[in-house]
């Protein structure tokens, strides 16, 4: 089992740039594959990004390709979301997900068995 923290949230102005980072307990971060998605209330919660375990394959949303890169640094059991060019649709909670038993970059919420408690990103116009 582990257990994620999620942290870099924040109020931004658009096209600012934020770095999130979600911290994971435990020795076997390394065998989880991990995302991150995002929820805006009112609305159903959106793949954002993905890595595998050895972090040799990522997948990002199109509505983030470009601006939005995943990333993990199995030493310090962190996982990050890089964003750059924010813009105030990217307004929302967002949540890094783990699992044992994806091997491919997977965007399906449902996959993941392991959730953080959200941290709020916020963009201003």
């Known amino acids: 089992q582990v257990q994620l923290v999620e942290s870099g949230g924040g109020l931004v102005q658009a096209g600012g740039s934020l770095r999130l980072s979600c911290a994971a307990s435990?020795?076997?971060?390394?065998?989880?594959?991990m995302g991150w998605f995002r929820q805006d209330p009112g609305k159903e919660r959106e793949f954002v990004a993905a890595?595998?375990?050895?972090?040799?394959?990522?997948q990002h949303a199109d509505s983030v390709k470009g601006r939005f890169t995943i990333a993990r640094d199995d030493p310090k059991n962190t996982v990050y979301l890089q964003m750059s060019t924010l813009s105030p649709e990217d307004t929302a909670v967002y949540y890094c997900?783990?699992?044992?038993?994806?091997?491919?970059?997977?965007?399906?919420?449902?996959?993941?068995?392991?959730w953080g408690q959200g941290t709020q990103v916020t963009v201003s116009s």
């Open positions: 997900a783990a699992d044992r038993t994806i091997l491919l970059p997977d965007s399906r919420d449902l996959v993941y068995a392991y």
């Open positions: 435990g020795r076997t971060f390394s065998t989880y594959a």
């Open positions: 890595i595998t375990r050895n972090g040799g394959h990522t």
